[in-house]
């Protein structure tokens, strides 16, 4: 384990003056979800205890409300006072958390051409809501209305920086970071104040010059644009006044000779002063990484039977790894999915990794199970192909170094680990990806769910598999319980389109469930789900003569920036032999059309589930004004 650096943080002393107060603790022993994890500290462990594995049969639907059109739902689910908030790239909405009743919803319009359609979720602290967008702004709502109370520019979309990961808010100041480490970012870590927005401090994930670890960068140019995103969301130790941030792969993906040297602090656990920004110390998974390794998903920091303070990480490099916060050694180093041999390096002719790119742990980590003193977590199960390529630069665009292609079929696992000694309790293979968030309950019961759209419900002692339910879209975001009145509540993201749809897709919603529920299930629409009337499918078209292929136009730019750009990326140019900027060479308008309803996998097949006729005839008219080249 590394030796703590010596760094400061230039803006540091702005925040050295303000005192870390209490906690923002759970109220009302569960009545609440009021971060990402529950707990600031990542536990994501709920006290209730309504739901057991003697009832958990009579677990039902309440209602859903389905809160955009067809594009990625990752977002973490927050409920504060009654009202659940969640995020899509640019829907932000509230919802009451006992009837799905629409509160308030809010469309972002993207102030930048490159727009990344993701977004992890929001943070809610005093009154305010918190959310980062796919074009590097932070915005900060007012909870009761949605009027927007202070946007700030905090990346530059132009350069590939955008702040899809979560937000953290605790104490008066929100952290967030910078992602975009595919198209060459230099990633980074910054403080506001809530109330104004202004930034208090700032760290670079990947240092340059005279900052600490500037010399794992061998060739110091690549460090410029070195990657090293930060994605997901963060832990924060309130009484320590730590932060832990969990930090994205390098940039170029797969060219690591590129950028030879341990090029820190990317795939790594970077700890630091939650008042200064000042570096603590960190763990780097993989040094001069080639295949995708990030870490995303937030760290869980707890103490042991023993009085040892850990820090534990689940990783794409498919292990949950456990550090001792005091003396950094590793305590144990456990895999939760297929891990085969290593390479050395990519190669022109392509050689296997398991797991890695889409693989391994994803934004959502392990959760403390304290009444069973485990670890758990859910991982995808994929391997790549990997074939090393040309790498060029090119500002804003995406390039990896190589290709990647999947082999193989593609599951998942939900595995719980002892969380002093990191042996396997148990553990359950799912039928597609787990990515979505694991919920343990002093109930007895562990709630979880998978990219085939199954809601799965296991004892938490024995791993028994006590409900599966098929809820008709997959689950990639939040699972949150929470307790209003007499009833304990279950609510979860539910449908996602995204690079991760490995099964099934559905409409972004959010589904709540309770015991004996009554007999009629309520569904809702958000008008956040319709497109605007001068832009959603089938619009009437206006303003006189072009004014019907304008409004197609407009409508498939957005078809384009909710779901296709994910994989596209915001040019077309992101899959390096799929090249959308040169498809007049390989298709026309025919059978362009013809290919965007029957594709071949992994494109995911959206006709006519999730698009129809006008809808696909819109994206063609897109891509051939602004995209074909």
């Keep these: 384990m590394k030796v703590p650096l010596l760094g400061t943080s230039a803006a540091g002393a702005l925040l050295g003056l303000l005192a870390m107060g209490p906690a923002h603790a759970q109220v009302g022993g569960g009545t609440e979800w009021p971060s990402y994890n529950n707990h600031l ?48 790239g640019r ?219 850990i820090v534990a990480i689940g990783g794409k490099d498919g292990f949950v790894t456990a550090l001792d916060r005091d003396s950094h050694e590793v305590l144990f180093h456990t895999a939760v999915t297929t891990v085969g041999p290593t390479p050395a390096a990519a190669t022109p002719a392509g050689v296997n990794s398991c797991p890695g790119y889409a693989g391994g742990v994803e934004w959502n980590g392990p959760a403390l199970d304290t009444a069973n003193n485990t670890l758990v977590v859910g991982a995808v199960d994929a391997c790549f192909k990997v074939t090393l390529g040309k790498t060029q630069y090119s500002p804003g665009d995406a390039s990896f170094g190589g290709t990647v292609a999947p082999y193989g079929p593609t599951t998942g696992w939900i595995t719980s680990v002892d969380a002093q000694t990191g042996a396997v309790r148990w553990k359950y293979h799912a039928e597609k990806p787990v990515v979505a968030g694991i919920t343990p309950t002093a109930g007895g019961v562990t709630f979880a769910g998978d990219l085939a759209g199954n809601l799965l419900v296991f004892n938490s002692k024995s791993g028994e598999l006590l409900r599966k339910v098929q809820t008709g879209g997959s689950l990639a975001g939040g699972m949150i319980t929470y307790q209003i009145g007499d009833r304990q ?96 060479g390989r298709m026309n308008h025919a059978t362009t059309v013809a290919f965007i309803k029957n594709p071949k996998a992994p494109m995911p097949k959206m006709y006519p589930q999730l698009l129809k006729d006008r809808d696909v005839a819109d994206i063609v008219a897109y891509l051939e004004q602004d995209i074909v080249k």
């Design 489 to 584: 509540y279950l609510a979860f993201a539910d449908g996602n389109v995204s690079r991760n749809a490995f099964g099934a897709l559905g409409l972004p919603s959010i589904v709540i469930m309770t015991l004996n529920p009554p007999l009629h299930a309520m569904s809702l629409v958000s008008p956040g789900a319709l497109m605007p009337a001068d832009e959603g499918p089938g619009a009437t078209p206006t303003g006189g003569p072009g004014g019907a292929a304008a409004a197609g136009i407009t409508s498939g730019q957005r078809f384009y920036q909710q779901i296709c750009s994910a994989c596209h990326g915001s040019d077309g140019n992101m899959i390096a032999d799929h090249k959308l900027s040169t498809l007049k």
């Design 41 to 88: 500290d990542g536990e994501r462990f709920s006290p209730l205890k309504q739901i057991t594995p003697d009832n958990v049969a009579k677990l039902g639907e309440v209602c859903r409300i389905q809160v955009d059109g067809p594009t990625s739902f990752h977002s973490d689910l927050v409920q504060v006072n009654g009202v659940i908030y969640a995020a899509t």
């Design 91 to 309: 829907e932000t909405v509230a919802i009451d958390a006992t009837t799905c009743r629409l509160r308030w919803h809010h469309t972002w319009t993207p102030q930048d051409e490159h727009f990344s359609p993701s977004s992890r979720g929001v943070a809610v602290m005093d009154g305010r809501v918190f959310r980062g967008t796919g074009d590097g702004r932070l915005l900060a709502f007012d909870a009761i209305t949605g009027r927007i109370l202070w946007t700030d520019v905090i990346g530059l979309p132009r350069l590939g920086e955008n702040a899809v990961a979560a937000p953290l808010a605790a104490n008066g100041v929100v952290y967030m970071g910078i992602a975009g480490s595919e198209l060459g970012v230099r990633g980074r870590v910054m403080a506001f104040d809530a109330a104004t927005g202004r930034e208090l401090w700032r760290f670079n994930t990947v240092p340059m010059g005279n900052e600490p670890g500037a010399s794992t960068w061998k060739r110091p140019e690549s460090a410029k644009t070195g990657g090293g995103g930060v994605w997901g969301a963060m832990s924060l130790d309130v009484s320590a006044g730590e932060l832990f941030v969990s930090v994205g792969n390098p940039w170029p993906d797969i060219d690591k000779g590129y950028r030879p040297g341990d090029n820190l602090y990317t795939d790594s656990l970077v700890v630091l002063d939650a008042h200064t920004g000042a570096l603590k110390w960190w763990h780097q998974l993989a040094p001069n990484d080639w295949m995708d390794l990030d870490l995303v998903a937030p760290a869980v920091v707890y103490r042991d039977a023993k009085v040892r303070d």
